[in-house]
């Protein structure tokens, strides 16, 4: 199963190099990643291609000219992905917060026939490491206002590491996806489920970033707070989106 996670990057320098040399390390021989770098003004950029060039035929490197936000940059990884052919595609933090370690147990699953896996901190309790509690509450609480207004049957809807089959990628349409910041992980579970997809929850232990600066915002927070209710409000739409994407997919097989 040809596969791929895209990372992206924005002042990523010190984290970069151990998180790469951690996935390179893998058992997985044949997992490759994209590198979607915004410009970074402390050279991650520079540290990509160079990682490129010591794993040639593994480490890709998308440059980007300028911090076009979370959203944007996974959904350019993902549409180069599907263009290259890749059958699971996945995203993580570049920061250490997500455990490469777990990896081949999210793969697994889409090998196993799931067309969505979601790492989940909350799938057993909560597993997260360096988080004081009142982030603990916050996320736990953003989480159940997601569920409570979207209705996906889902522990960790916000979670940043998963990995998706390239059927459920083409599902969701990608070019019409319009969350820019951390939101993008709800709305991409939202249309998901909305598609049919299988989704499962492989739990996942998160740990606060290694080094450099979180890139969470006021604007970020806010876009996050909204994204729930303008999915409930566009559900007939989006609804009808689908069913048009199925009957054109269907017509491409006669």
Same mark, same amino acid.
């Given at each position: 199963?040809?596969?791929?996670?895209?990372?992206?990057?924005?002042? &990523?320098?010190?984290?970069?190099?151990? +998180?790469?040399?951690?996935?390179? &390390?893998?058992?997985?021989?044949?997992?490759?990643?994209?590198?979607?770098?915004?410009?970074?003004?402390?050279?991650?950029?520079?540290?990509?291609?160079?990682?490129?060039?010591?794993?040639?035929?593994?480490?890709?490197? %998308?440059?980007?000219?300028?911090?076009?936000?979370?959203?944007?940059?996974?959904?350019?990884?993902?549409?180069?992905?599907?263009?290259?052919?890749?059958?699971?595609?996945?995203?993580?933090?570049?920061?250490?917060?997500?455990?490469?370690?777990?990896?081949?147990?999210?793969?697994?699953?889409?090998?196993?026939?799931?067309?969505?896996?979601?790492?989940?901190?909350?799938?057993?309790? *909560?597993?997260?490491?360096?988080?004081?509690?009142?982030? *603990?509450?916050?996320?736990?609480?953003?989480?159940?206002?997601?569920?409570?207004?979207?209705? *996906?049957?889902?522990?960790?809807?916000?979670?940043?590491?998963?990995?998706?089959?390239?059927?459920?990628?083409?599902?969701?349409?990608?070019?019409?996806?319009?969350?820019?910041?951390?939101?993008?992980?709800? &709305? %991409?579970?939202?249309?998901?489920?909305?598609?049919?997809?299988? *989704?499962?929850?492989?739990?996942?232990?998160?740990?606060?970033?290694?080094?450099?600066?979180?890139? %969470?915002?006021?604007?970020? +927070?806010?876009?996050?707070?909204? %994204?729930?209710?303008?999915?409930?409000?566009?559900?007939?739409?989006?609804?009808?989106?689908?069913?048009?994407?199925?009957?054109?997919?269907?017509? &491409?097989?006669?």
């Amino acid at each position: 199963m040809k596969t791929i996670f895209v990372i992206p990057t924005y002042n &990523e320098a010190d984290n970069l190099p151990v +998180i790469v040399k951690a996935l390179m &390390e893998l058992e997985l021989r044949d997992l490759h990643l994209l590198i979607v770098d915004d410009n970074s003004p402390d050279g991650t950029g520079q540290i990509a291609d160079h990682l490129a060039t010591v794993f040639d035929g593994r480490i890709f490197v %998308m440059h980007r000219q300028g911090k076009e936000g979370l959203g944007r940059a996974y959904v350019a990884g993902f549409t180069w992905a599907l263009e290259h052919g890749y059958d699971a595609i996945g995203e993580m933090d570049a920061d250490l917060s997500h455990d490469p370690k777990s990896v081949p147990d999210l793969v697994a699953r889409i090998a196993g026939g799931a067309d969505v896996v979601l790492g989940s901190r909350y799938l057993n309790g *909560i597993s997260v490491i360096n988080w004081p509690l009142r982030r *603990i509450l916050l996320s736990l609480g953003a989480n159940e206002y997601v569920r409570r207004i979207t209705r *996906i049957p889902i522990h960790d809807g916000t979670s940043g590491f998963r990995v998706y089959a390239r059927q459920a990628l083409e599902a969701i349409n990608l070019p019409t996806i319009r969350s820019n910041g951390y939101s993008f992980q709800v &709305e %991409m579970s939202y249309r998901a489920c909305l598609t049919g997809c299988e *989704i499962v929850e492989e739990p996942i232990v998160f740990t606060e970033r290694h080094a450099g600066e979180s890139k %969470m915002s006021r604007g970020v +927070i806010m876009e996050s707070a909204l %994204m729930p209710w303008r999915l409930r409000a566009n559900r007939g739409k989006l609804l009808k989106t689908v069913k048009q994407l199925r009957r054109d997919a269907q017509a &491409e097989t006669v």
